[in-house]
């Protein structure tokens, strides 16, 4: 079955981190970018981060640059999101999203070819 599967969600105060994961069956991640969103109550989906699948080069939202990192780890067809210094205003379930309608996230995608079904991120103390 192709899927992407996320996982490492949960509770956390502020100023604490997780570690979100986005693994991928049925294809190999390998020729995709891949992007992480995320998707707070009541707000339009947001784009976070975007992984090259050329050179493993990454790209950002202001909002999360310095705090937020993203890797790819092609032998285990995961990408993960590491979220430090968390801020409630985090709080949102993210989702990752892989594309091949381009290469090296400087555009933005025309489409995605998959979806993750997201997990959440609550921060609060």
């Known amino acids: 079955q192709v899927q992407l599967v996320e996982s490492g969600g949960g509770l956390v105060q502020p100023g604490g981190s997780l570690r979100l994961s986005c693994a991928a069956s049925?294809?190999?991640?390998?020729?995709?970018?891949i992007d992480w969103f995320r998707q707070a109550p009541g707000k339009e989906r947001e784009w976070v981060s975007c992984?090259?699948?050329?050179?493993?080069?990454?790209y950002y939202v202001d909002s999360v640059k310095g705090r937020f990192t993203t890797s790819r780890d092609n032998a285990k067809n995961t990408v993960y999101l590491q979220i430090d210094s968390l801020k409630p205003e985090d709080t949102a379930v993210y989702s990752c999203?892989?594309?091949?309608?381009?290469?090296?996230?400087?555009?933005?995608?025309?489409?995605?070819?998959?979806w993750g079904q997201g997990t959440q991120v609550t921060v609060s103390s």
């Open positions: 999203a892989a594309t091949t309608a381009r290469r090296g996230c400087t555009v933005v995608a025309a489409w995605y070819d998959h």
């Open positions: 049925g294809f190999t991640l390998d020729y995709y970018d």
């Open positions: 992984i090259s699948s050329i050179d493993g080069s990454t």
